[in-house]
């Protein structure tokens, strides 16, 4: 039954393969260059170990089509961060970054009981935070999505616009997605990568945008980063949250 997060997600999968197909290497190449990134955080669970996409298709099968190194790694860990008034952060030594737009969407809490598996919540939640913050998808330098599973990945990218729905797999397979590829993703490592520190792991991918906003992601720095996207996931898929940060 519907007992444990892999199965469920699972269950997110297979309605996508079913409507869409699925790439199994797409799915792999996600994780892969998450644990690239990865790689060079001294913070990340996986620091300096790498994976590759042949490593993740080759790791066991838990819930069809989950397999092992698709699955998040449970750590522990905390992250904060400070809001402040624009005048005290124009006071801080390093470059501060402004909450340009914001959104959120809850839809339901089990898959089964989902409107519609293929439309997550993102998509409204997303669409507040463009317009709010007065920005397009082409406008990020960088994006720090939750990926509890890469299916999450994949369906975010297509739910906040930066791909057409349906064509995430695609999008995953013909991108850089390293810190110093042609779309930046998750570049502290992600969840997949860097660990979910249970309720702290969302906050871990606003730390990260905060750091490349700010210069201060060290050898994995995008250059030129101005505008960072971010997303959260609470539930399977049913609870999701946008966040534009934008350099002050």
């Known amino acids: 039954g519907h007992v444990n997060q892999n199965a469920l997600y699972a269950m997110v999968a297979q309605r996508y393969r079913a409507a869409h197909g699925y790439d199994a ?14 790689a060079v955080n ?21 819930a069809a089509p989950i397999r092992m190194l698709e699955i998040v790694m449970p750590v522990r860990g905390g992250a904060a961060v400070v809001v402040a008034d624009p005048a005290i952060a124009a006071r801080c030594r390093h470059r501060a970054a402004m909450i340009a737009g914001w959104g959120e969407r809850l839809t339901h809490k089990s898959p089964q009981h989902a409107p519609d598996l293929l439309h997550p919540p993102m998509e409204a939640a997303a669409t507040r935070a463009f317009a709010r913050a007065e920005l397009r998808p082409a406008d990020v330098d960088t994006c720090q999505i939750y990926d509890c599973y890469p299916i999450n990945t994949i369906m975010t990218l297509e739910a906040a616009g930066f791909c057409a729905h349906g064509d995430g797999m695609n999008f995953a397979r013909h991108h850089d997605m390293r810190f110093a590829g042609d779309f930046p993703l998750n570049t502290n490592g992600g969840q997949l990568g860097m660990g979910q520190a249970g309720y702290a792991g969302g906050m871990t991918h606003v730390v990260e945008a905060f750091r490349q906003i700010s210069g201060r ?6 250059p030129d980063c101005d505008v960072a996207f971010v997303s959260g996931n609470g539930g399977i898929m049913s609870e999701q949250v946008a966040m534009l940060l934008e350099g002050a």
């Open 42 to 62: 001294p913070d990340a669970i996986f620091f300096g170990q790498t994976v590759s996409e042949e490593d993740v298709l080759a790791s066991r099968m838990i």
């Open 217 to 222: 992601a060290q050898s994995r720095q995008v």
């Open 25 to 38: 290497h797409a799915v792999a190449r996600v994780v892969a260059h998450a644990r690239a990134n990865a």
